[in-house]
């Protein structure tokens, strides 16, 4: 079975939830967290790139999950899908 490429596309919901999870988890650097703590609205560039690369990753976890839910339910196996980040 071959590879596909998806683009994905997240919306203000997912990202979210995603930056609530790393920010419980404590996997954001001390001056994002303090942004995220200080500032009302955050823009993808308000983030270093290390902490973007952290939500990205999450954002992809949760994709992954979701998509191996969906195979799971339909009578595929879950380990079909795979995430790769080619950024």
Not at 1 to 25: P, S, Y
Not at 28 to 54: A, G, H, N
Request: contains cysteine; charged residues 25%; hydrophobic residues 45%.
């Amino acid at each position: 079975m071959g590879m596909r490429r998806v683009k994905l596309v997240f919306d203000a919901v997912a990202i979210n939830e995603a930056l609530a999870a790393v920010l419980e988890a404590g996997l954001l650097c001390d001056v994002c967290t303090t942004k995220t703590q200080t500032r009302t609205v955050m823009m993808q560039s308000d983030f270093c790139p290390t902490c973007q690369r952290v939500i990205q990753m999450h954002l992809g976890l949760m994709v992954e999950r979701r998509l191996q839910e969906i195979l799971a339910q339909k009578g595929f196996s879950p380990d079909a899908v795979k995430m790769m980040d080619e950024g």
